[in-house]
Nanobody, 128 residues
Framework: VQLQASGGGLVQAGVALRLSCAVS????????MAWFRQTTGREREFVAG????????TYADSVKGRFTISRNKAKTTVYLQMNSLKSEDTAVYYC??????????????????????WGQGTLVTVSS
């Protein structure tokens, strides 16, 4: 399984940015795909997650109403649309996968230790 994150960059506050995570390989039909972020000296923070069915989506309170997680029909790419960016959104963003043996996944873990696979991270810098 490989995850490849892209789309980061330097933007001004208030604008939008979309991150992508290309997924190759899938050991189980059930999974959760999530985005986390991390700044220097702080723990990795859950941002958003989506189940394999797409029926369950969860956001961190800090991004609710501004960020949207989605995936393409082929389920090979997960996106994070980030609108109304703020300086406090500056971080390295990681996509992650939590694979489960059952396809009927409903719960989304926010603890990064629950995730088995990680992308390399993409830096988002928001200038105020």
């Amino acid at each position: 399984v490989q995850l490849q994150a892209s789309g980061g960059g330097l933007v001004q506050a208030g604008v939008a940015l979309r991150l992508s995570c290309a997924v190759s390989g899938r050991p189980f039909s059930g999974y959760v795909m999530a985005w986390f972020r991390q700044t220097t000296g702080r723990e990795r923070e859950f941002v958003a997650g989506i189940t394999s069915s797409g029926h369950t989506i969860t956001y961190a309170d800090s991004v609710k109403g501004r960020f949207t997680i989605s995936r393409n029909k082929a389920k090979t790419t997960v996106y994070l649309q980030m609108n109304s960016l703020k300086s406090e959104d500056t971080a390295v963003y990681y996509c992650a996968a939590d694979y489960r043996p059952r396809s009927d996944v409903t719960g989304i873990e926010t603890d990064p230790t629950a995730y088995d696979y990680w992308g390399q991270g993409t830096l988002v810098t928001v200038s105020s």
